[in-house]
């Protein structure tokens, strides 16, 4: 009997060797005279198992990880493929509490099948979404999407419906779907995770987007560092034009969307969106004033959807299940599901999908297992390089925009990096502004030279010596001029990082170095 | 392949003339230009502003505006190494340092062998089992410096 084994083709499991344990699983049942069904599946998001390999004994899947190529021999040996007792075998792998006790809606699929099988993603609920978009007049689409609460998952968290109808309003003509793919913040790789696991989600959420708003022609702007990703999704995208699911008939309709991938080129303010817009039209990606919005002139001077993959990938559940499901997870005003990703200095790193509500201590110690060095936990900066650092004694926040604006952080992309207690927060402050400095577009004064200035200032304040009470009233003011000053997110929330270091952990600017 | 002759100005005629009909064409361009030569030679500039009816200048303007692309030859593989925070909080700065020491040069440098250019990438997406490095297109993840040496061995040794 032929057995079924899964392996990862997620970036990070490849990064972790999971080429050469899928590679040296084919040989070692091949030695064995066993017959295996070796399918690549998405990553389940628990990395540090990684890589982790599946085995379907009457009808549930079973885990080893990690198991690296050196290790498939013995565990072969030892009776992998009948899921057989082993060191490193984890047991019935969706039981785990990490996965057990999460809400997976829009990554219900990732790490379960293969990203490119077009009809293992229909047999797990796939393109059902389309098919009650495809029976509704568009504004009913749209208010679908309003009444789910979806806010943008990139980060700036505007309410997904409001931007979809203000572009189905404007009149009849060519309009764009954009996928902003651009995933630049350290410690997040949710979006990169959902292209390579479960490519068509994205697809259907997007043609769901044109359906939608009239709009024909979708471009998913992806950043130059995620090959991988760009892989899966054209690979995805053919198969689905060749089943009638893209193109100039979608499913039968009559209505027509294309959708093609355009590659970045490492620049991280592409993340914002009129810059993105820019750098699509093969512009250099400098920011433009707004208004007018991208709804309204977007791409090429066109009405133009643009929102963060995870937003269009929520899209699907949304239609399928009803706008009153998805909003009936979370709290306040932050409906629906968030998937976290656990990164930097933690045990169990990787991504959590859990309702707006969870509180950073759960993720960090009930998923994340604390700090991976053993070291007591310091700090985490949640939401990219623009996200404020979260010191332990505010670690019971919940996550929920508006309960993370009152103390002065941001959840963004839902991307949380920790920090063990050997960081130096006046280092991390430094790096801000360097980074800033380096990614500043150059189009305004505050984010193009305060950077670069305060990055002098923190030489400064690092140094002995020197005037600090001085050199720290003039990072405030450095910071309130770029948060105020700046034309777009970057300059403008670079002071975020720099201000919660120095209100957080002051001991750290006052050492001599 | 770096000697820049009728030869190259004829593959980038013909990238540009394949994209010629994409709506804002410049990047994918250039990601051809980059793919075929290793970076974007200083003679393709005018063919590009001509088939695309731009200024030299504006093409000069995008391609030194992205990082990605490079104006010069790299060397025969390119390391890029993540600085980002995730990837500090588990000491790439260490990852950082030998590297620069190994390979004799900073950030944007060609080892004197010719083998490897060394390149800062600000996050590779692969922040729960950093530090993170990219060699051409193939990631690898706890890269501390006894592992880069052991990839920068197994890379020299491609052809």
Same mark, same amino acid.
């Given at each position: ?31 064995? *005279? ?38 498939? %021999? ?177 499913? *039968? ?101 859990? %309702? ?75 790096? %801000? ?81 | 392949? !770096? ?19 994409? +709506? ?16 974007? +030679?200083?003679? !393709?500039? +005018?063919?590009? !502003? ?23 030859? +790299? ?85």
């Amino acid at each position: 009997m032929t057995v079924r084994v899964y392996v990862s083709r997620d970036a990070s499991a490849l990064a972790l060797g999971a080429e050469e344990t899928a590679a040296a699983l084919a040989s070692a049942a091949r030695l064995k *005279g066993q017959d295996i069904e070796l399918v690549r599946v998405g990553s389940r998001g628990m990395v540090w198992l990684e890589p982790l390999v599946e085995v379907e004994v009457a009808g549930r899947r079973i885990g080893y990880g990690p198991v690296t190529a050196e290790g498939v %021999a013995g565990l072969i040996e030892a009776g992998l493929l009948a899921g057989a007792a082993h060191p490193l075998r984890l047991g019935v792998v969706d039981e785990l509490p990490f996965m057990a006790r999460q809400e997976r809606l829009t990554f219900a699929r990732v790490g379960l099948i293969d990203p490119v099988d077009l009809d293992a993603y229909l047999a797990h609920g796939g393109y059902e979404g389309l098919r009650r978009a495809l029976a509704l007049p568009g504004a009913q689409i749209v208010q679908q999407v309003t009444d789910s609460g979806l806010r943008g998952r990139g980060g700036a968290a505007f309410p997904t419906g409001i931007k979809w109808k203000t572009v189905h309003d404007q009149p009849a003509g060519q309009k764009y779907v954009v996928c902003n793919a651009d995933e630049g913040d350290s410690g997040t790789f949710s979006d990169r995770m959902l292209m390579e696991g479960d490519p068509f989600c994205l697809i259907e959420g997007m043609t769901i987007a044109g359906i939608a708003v009239g709009a024909t022609q979708g471009y998913i702007y992806l950043r130059a560092e995620y090959p991988h990703a760009q892989v899966a999704l054209n690979e995805a995208i053919a198969v689905a034009r060749r089943r009638g699911h893209l193109g100039r008939d979608v499913l *039968g309709s009559g209505k027509t969307f294309e959708l093609e991938v355009r590659m970045g080129a490492g620049a991280y303010i592409c993340g914002e969106e009129t810059s993105l817009l820019e750098s699509l039209e093969g512009k250099r990606a400098e920011v433009r004033f707004r208004p007018p919005l991208p709804a309204i002139k977007g791409l090429f001077g066109r009405p133009t959807i643009i929102n963060n993959v995870i937003s269009l990938a929520s899209v699907p559940v949304i239609l399928a299940r009803g706008a009153a499901f998805y909003r009936d997870y979370g709290m306040g005003r932050s409906r629906g599901t968030l998937p976290i990703q656990l990164a930097g200095n933690i045990r169990h790193g990787g991504l959590v999908e859990k %309702a707006f509500g969870v509180t950073l201590r759960e993720l960090l110690y009930d998923f994340g297992g604390g700090s991976a060095s053993g070291r007591p936990l310091r700090a985490v900066q949640v939401g990219g390089p623009l996200g404020a650092y979260i010191p332990e004694s505010q670690f019971d926040v919940q996550l929920d925009y508006e309960a993370f604006t009152a103390i002065g952080a941001l959840v963004g992309h839902g991307g949380i990096v920790a920090f063990d207690d050997t960081v130096d927060m006046a280092r991390m402050a430094r790096y %801000a502004l360097e980074f800033c400095a380096v990614e500043s577009c150059g189009k305004c004064t505050p984010c193009r030279i305060g950077s670069t200035r305060g990055v002098e200032v923190m030489d400064r304040i690092m140094r002995a010596g020197t005037e600090r009470a001085a050199d720290l009233k003039l990072l405030e003011d450095l910071c309130d001029t770029m948060q105020y000053g700046s034309l777009c997110g970057l300059g403008g929330m670079t002071p975020f990082p720099v201000m919660s270091a120095l209100k957080h952990f002051p001991e750290d600017f006052s050492k001599n170095r | 392949m !770096a000697d820049f002759d009728a030869q190259g100005l004829a593959t980038v005629d013909r990238i540009v003339a394949g994209h010629a009909d994409q +709506p804002g064409a410049l990047l994918p361009i250039l990601h051809g230009i980059q793919q075929e030569f290793g970076y974007i +030679p200083r003679e !393709a500039v +005018p063919r590009i !502003a001509t088939g695309l009816n731009l200024s030299r200048a504006e093409v000069h303007g995008v391609i030194s505006f992205y990082h990605y692309f490079r104006q010069h030859a +790299p060397g025969r593989h390119v390391l890029q190494l993540c600085r980002a925070e995730a990837c500090q909080a588990v000491g790439c700065e260490a990852t950082e340092a030998h590297a620069r020491q190994r390979l004799g040069v900073d950030y944007h440098g060609t080892s004197a062998d010719g083998k490897f250019t060394l390149e800062a990438a600000y996050c590779l997406g692969n922040c729960a089992a950093g530090p993170s490095a990219m060699i051409d297109n193939k990631l690898y993840g706890r890269v501390t410096p006894e592992r880069l040496d052991e990839l920068l061995r197994q890379w020299a040794a491609l052809q």
